[in-house]
C-alpha cells in the first residue's frame, strides 16, 4: 500500500469494522459463529479475551486452533466458564476436538453438534448440562472419545451412538440416564464403569434374557430347530 493510502486506508477499515460491529458482520463464518458463542458465555477470567470479531479467522486466538485457517481444535478445559452451548457450533465443520469439560456449562447438548462428522473428540464431563443426549451425535462416524459424565443428562441412551465403530473411550456416568444400556455395536467394548451413578439405568445384561416360557410367539429354544 502506498503512504499516501494508508489515512483512506485506516478510515476505511475503521468504517468497515464500525459496520461490522452495529450488523455484526464479518469476513469469516468461523469467527461469527465462535464470537456469537462468546457474546452467550460468562467469562469471570476472561479467557476469552483474545476473541476479537474483526479478525479474518479465528485462527490467533488462544484456545483455538487451525488446519488451513479452519478450527480443528477448542481447548477451553477448566476455564471457568458459564453459560450454553449455541447450535452454530455445528457450522464449524473442521472441527475435530470440543474440550470443554470442568466449566459450568449448562442446558441442553446441541442437536447440531451431530454437524461436526469430523469430530475425534467430545469432551463435555463436569458442566452443568441437561436435556438428553442427542442422536445425532450417531453421525460423528470418526468420534474416538465421547465424555459426557458428571452433568444432569435425562433420557435414554441413543442407540445411533452403537453405530461409531472408532468409539474407544465412552463415559457417560454420573448423569439421569434412563433406560436400557445398549450391548451391542460399539458397545459391546464398554463395562459398566462408562455407566455407573445413573439410578435409572438398567443394568447391562450379557447375554439378554431368555424370552419367558408363557410368551406366545414360538422361540427357537422352545419350539426346536427353526426353519431357515
Ligand atoms: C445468546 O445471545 C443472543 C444475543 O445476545 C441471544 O439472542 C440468545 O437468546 C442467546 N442464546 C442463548 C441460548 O442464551
Ligand atoms: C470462577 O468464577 C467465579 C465468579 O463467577 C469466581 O468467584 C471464582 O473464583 C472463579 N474460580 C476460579 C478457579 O477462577
Ligand atoms: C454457573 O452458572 C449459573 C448460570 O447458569 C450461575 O448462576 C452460577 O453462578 C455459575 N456458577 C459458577 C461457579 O460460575
Ligand atoms: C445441522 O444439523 C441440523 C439438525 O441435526 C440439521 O437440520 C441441519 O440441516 C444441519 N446443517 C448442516 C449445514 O448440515
Ligand atoms: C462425578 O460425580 C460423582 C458422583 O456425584 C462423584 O463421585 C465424582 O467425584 C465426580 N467426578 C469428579 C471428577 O468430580
Ligand atoms: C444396535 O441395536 C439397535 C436396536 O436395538 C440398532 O438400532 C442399532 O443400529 C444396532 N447397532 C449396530 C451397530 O448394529
Same mark, same amino acid.
Given at each position: ?111 447440531? +453438534? #451431530? @454437524? =461436526?462428522?469430523? &469430530?475425534?473428540? *467430545?469432551?463435555?464431563?463436569? %458442566?452443568? $448440562? /441437561?436435556?438428553?443426549?442427542?442422536? !445425532? +451425535? #450417531? @453421525? =460423528?462416524?470418526? &468420534?474416538?472419545? *465421547?465424555?459426557?459424565?458428571? %452433568?444432569? $443428562? /435425562?433420557?435414554?441412551?441413543?442407540? !445411533? +451412538?452403537?453405530?461409531?465403530?472408532? &468409539?474407544?473411550? *465412552?463415559?457417560?456416568?454420573? %448423569?439421569? $440416564? ?22 435409572? $439405568? ?27
Amino acid at each position: 500500500m502506498e503512504l499516501g493510502d494508508m489515512k483512506m486506508g485506516s478510515f476505511l477499515l475503521l468504517a468497515i469494522l464500525a459496520f461490522g460491529l452495529v450488523l455484526n458482520v464479518s469476513a469469516n463464518a468461523e469467527v461469527d459463529v465462535l464470537y456469537a458463542w462468546k457474546t452467550n458465555l460468562t467469562d469471570p477470567n476472561n479467557v476469552l479475551q483474545s476473541w476479537d470479531a474483526t479478525l479474518v479467522n479465528p485462527c490467533t486466538w488462544f484456545h483455538v486452533s487451525c488446519k488451513s485457517d479452519s478450527v480443528t481444535r477448542i481447548e477451553l478445559g477448566v476455564a471457568n466458564l458459564s453459560g450454553p452451548l449455541i447450535p452454530q457450533l455445528g457450522q464449524l465443520s473442521n472441527l475435530m476436538y470440543l474440550e470443554l469439560f470442568d466449566n459450568n456449562i449448562s442446558g441442553a447438548i446441541p442437536i447440531e +453438534l #451431530g @454437524n =461436526l462428522t469430523k &469430530l475425534v473428540s *467430545l469432551d463435555l464431563f463436569l %458442566n452443568r $448440562l /441437561s436435556g438428553p443426549i442427542p442422536g !445425532s +451425535l #450417531g @453421525n =460423528l462416524q470418526r &468420534l474416538r472419545y *465421547l465424555r459426557l459424565n458428571n %452433568n444432569s $443428562l /435425562s433420557g435414554s441412551i441413543p442407540k !445411533s +451412538l452403537t453405530t461409531i465403530a472408532t &468409539l474407544q473411550v *465412552l463415559d457417560l456416568s454420573s %448423569n439421569h $440416564l434412563t433406560g436400557d444400556i445398549p450391548i451391542n455395536g460399539s458397545f459391546a467394548f464398554f463395562t459398566p464403569m462408562s455407566f455407573r451413578n445413573n439410578p435409572g $439405568l438398567k443394568p447391562q445384561k450379557f447375554p439378554p434374557p431368555p424370552v419367558p416360557m408363557f410368551q406366545i410367539a414360538p422361540t427357537p429354544s422352545a419350539e426346536g430347530p427353526s426353519s431357515p
